[in-house]
């Protein structure tokens, strides 16, 4: 890697493997969350991932790139600890606020990831890809914030 660009390539790349990660993760999430708001946040979440997904896949297609994907291990760290905290946590209550744990890890993962893969399409002039890199950031901000949401409002206080 020499450029910036050759940086913003190999970052999407990551990125894009991180995401269909997570759609493969989420289904297992869902079906352990025991909090009806919990599951709902999460297949809503869900939906939109794919939709992230396809999205990755415009931005490559703007800059004549075929999609690719690089192992991120970060996201399969981020996972892997989930899925162990999935089958270590026996009260579902409990298990609710683990998920959200992880659940908000992953997205402050992939807010770090998206809002530097979009001041750097701004920075390359890649003025439409960074139109949709900001569009899936937001969402990313937005499941977060709702994760935040429902476990100060009910699911903290059903684990205490
Ligand atoms: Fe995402
Ligand atoms: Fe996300």
Not at 61 to 78: F, R, S, W
């Amino acid at each position: 890697m020499k450029t910036l660009k050759d940086l913003f390539v190999h970052t999407l790349q990551d990125v894009y493997y991180a995401e269909q990660q997570i759609v493969e993760a989420l289904p297992k999430m869902i079906e352990k969350a025991e909090a009806n708001e919990l599951r709902n946040v999460l297949k809503a979440h869900l939906a939109e991932t794919q939709t992230q997904v396809e999205r990755l896949e415009a931005v490559f297609e703007m800059i004549d790139e075929e999609p690719a994907t690089e192992i991120c291990e970060g996201v399969d760290g981020l996972i892997e600890e989930a899925e162990e905290l999935m089958d270590e946590v026996d009260d579902r209550s409990v298990l609710d606020a683990g998920i959200v744990a992880s659940g908000q890890a992953v997205e402050h993962y992939e807010i770090a990831r998206y809002g530097t893969l979009a001041a750097w399409a701004a920075q390359l002039g890649l003025t439409e890809a960074k139109d949709l890199l900001e569009e899936t950031l937001e969402e990313e901000k937005r499941a977060d914030r709702l994760l935040s949401e429902i476990a100060v409002q009910n699911i903290n206080r059903q684990a205490a």
